[in-house]
C-alpha cells in the first residue's frame, strides 16, 4: 500500500482514474461521505471544499491519493475493500472526508485507488507529517482482520525486484499515456539527488522528460521512446498523467540527498557487485548486462570524444540512484576509463586486481547475509591487504 503524492486539485487523481475507467481497466467501487456516485456529485464536493476561502495561500497540494495493493490470494470483494479503506482512512485522520474508491484491473493483479481532500470543511489542512509510518502500524493493526501480511513479497531478489519496478515503455502495447504515468510514478519512488539522474531513471524505461518555457513559467512533457531510443507518438503533458510532475520531482530532490546519505550498506553491496563483475567482464556493454542481472543498472557519462568520464548506478532493490563518487574508496569514473582504454575491461590489474575482486565479493556477502560477525570479518580483509602490502616489494 502506497500514498502517492499530492497534486494542486483533486480533479486531476481523480481524472487519472476515470481515463482508467473509460478504457474498461477500472471501476467504481464505492465513495464514502457523499450523498451520491454520480461522478459530478463527486466532482462538486471536492471542488466545495477545495474552495473554502479559509485555506491557506501557502497549501499546494489538496489532493489525497492512495493505492492497496493486495498480495496473491489476499483478494477483497468490494464490501471488503470499502469496509478496509474505511478503516485505513479513519486511522490517517480522514474518516469523516468524502473519498471514493477504485477497483484496478490493469497491472495484471487486481488493486485499488483511493482519493479524498486534503482540507477539511473548515479548510483546516489534515497533517500528512509521519504519515507513511503511521500507515504502516496502521495496517499492521489490520492484518489479522483482513486477512493479509504487510510487506509480502519483499523477500524477492534483486533481479525479480527490478523487473516490476522499471518496465520499459512498450509502443506497440497501446495505452501509451498510461504506460508512461506508471513509469513516471515509479521513477519518483526512487532516490535520487539530481534532475539529471531522474532523467536517466525515464530513458532506461524507454521515456524522455522534455521542458519547455512559458509565460506561465516551465511546461514538461514526456514522450515513449522506441526501441532504436528515438522518439514516438505525440509527447504527453505531464498534467495529464494524474500527477503534478513539477512539484513531485522538487520534492523528491529535497529529500532524495537525505535519503541516499543513509544507505550505507545499499552503497557497499553496489560497490561490491560493480568491481565483482568488473573483474570478468570484456567490455562496457557486457559489464551493464551482468549487473542488470543482479538487479543493477549502469549509466556512463563521456566526453564528445566518447571518453568515459562518469557513472551512475540505479539500483533496483533499494531504489536508489548513485554517483560513482558516492560509492567509497576503489571505484571511480578513472577506474573504467582506464578499462575502456584497455580494451579488455578484466586485464587490468592482474593477480592484484583478482584478489581485491574476491576480497570485495567476500565483503558482500557478508553485507547480504548480516551475519552477526560481519565487522570482524571486515577487520580481517583489512589485516590480509595489510600483510600484502607490507610483502610486495
Not at 502500524?137 to 519496478?165: K, W
Not at 522538487?250 to 561490491?272: F, N, S, Y
Amino acid at each position: 500500500m502506497k500514498i502517492q503524492r499530492g497534486a494542486a486539485s483533486c480533479r486531476t487523481p481523480v481524472g487519472y482514474n476515470e481515463r482508467k475507467v473509460a478504457s474498461g481497466e477500472a471501476r467504481v467501487v464505492g465513495v464514502s461521505n457523499m450523498e451520491g456516485d454520480s461522478m459530478a456529485t463527486v466532482l462538486r464536493i471536492f471542488d466545495a471544499y477545495e474552495n473554502n476561502p479559509a485555506i491557506s495561500a501557502r497549501t499546494r497540494s489538496l489532493s489525497f491519493h492512495m493505492s492497496i495493493n493486495p498480495g496473491p490470494g489476499e483478494g477483497l470483494d468490494d464490501s471488503r475493500a470499502m469496509a478496509l479503506a474505511r478503516d485505513i482512512m479513519e486511522g490517517l485522520g480522514y474518516g469523516s472526508q468524502p473519498f471514493i474508491v477504485y477497483r484496478h484491473t490493469d497491472t495484471g493483479r487486481e488493486h485499488f485507488h483511493v482519493v479524498s481532500v486534503k482540507v477539511d470543511r473548515t479548510g483546516r489542512v489534515i497533517s500528512d507529517s509521519n504519515q507513511r509510518r503511521h500507515l504502516q502500524a496502521i495496517l499492521r493493526d489490520l492484518g489479522p482482520r483482513y486477512g493479509f501480511v504487510v510487506g509480502r513479497g519483499q523477500g524477492r531478489t534483486q533481479g525479480q525486484s527490478s523487473g516490476v519496478s522499471l518496465r520499459r515503455f512498450d509502443p506497440d502495447a497501446g495505452n501509451r499515456t498510461e504506460q508512461i504515468s506508471d513509469i513516471t510514478r515509479r521513477c519518483l519512488s526512487y532516490s535520487f539527488s539530481t534532475r539529471e539522474q531522474f532523467e536517466m531513471l525515464l530513458r532506461r524505461c524507454g521515456v524522455r522528460m522534455v521542458s519547455s518555457n512559458t509565460p506561465f513559467g516551465e511546461r514538461l512533457m514526456l514522450q515513449g521512446l522506441g526501441r532504436s531510443g528515438a522518439p514516438t507518438g505525440r509527447p504527453v503533458k505531464a498534467s495529464t498523467l494524474g500527477i503534478n510532475l513539477r512539484d513531485a520531482l522538487e520534492e523528491r530532490l529535497r529529500e532524495g540527498p537525505g535519503e541516499l546519505r543513509c544507505r550505507r550498506r545499499e552503497k557497499d553491496r553496489v560497490r561490491g557487485i560493480a568491481l565483482s563483475c568488473l573483474g570478468y567482464s570484456s567490455s562496457a556493454r557486457h559489464f551493464g548486462r551482468m549487473l542488470e542481472r543482479k538487479g543493477i543498472t549502469v549509466m556512463f557519462l563521456r566526453t564528445e570524444d566518447g571518453k568515459i568520464f562518469g557513472a551512475t548506478f540505479m539500483d533496483h532493490g533499494s531504489r536508489s540512484v548513485f554517483k560513482c563518487s558516492e560509492l567509497g574508496e576503489g571505484i571511480s569514473a578513472g577506474l573504467f576509463r582506464d578499462a575502456e582504454e584497455r580494451g579488455h575491461w578484466s586485464a587490468r590489474g592482474g593477480p592484484e586486481r583478482e584478489s581485491a575482486v574476491a576480497e570485495e565479493t567476500q565483503k558482500e556477502s557478508i553485507l547480504q547475509t548480516g551475519a552477526p560477525d560481519a565487522k570482524s570479518m571486515e577487520r580481517d580483509i583489512r589485516k590480509k591487504r595489510r600483510r600484502k602490502k607490507g610483502m610486495s616489494i
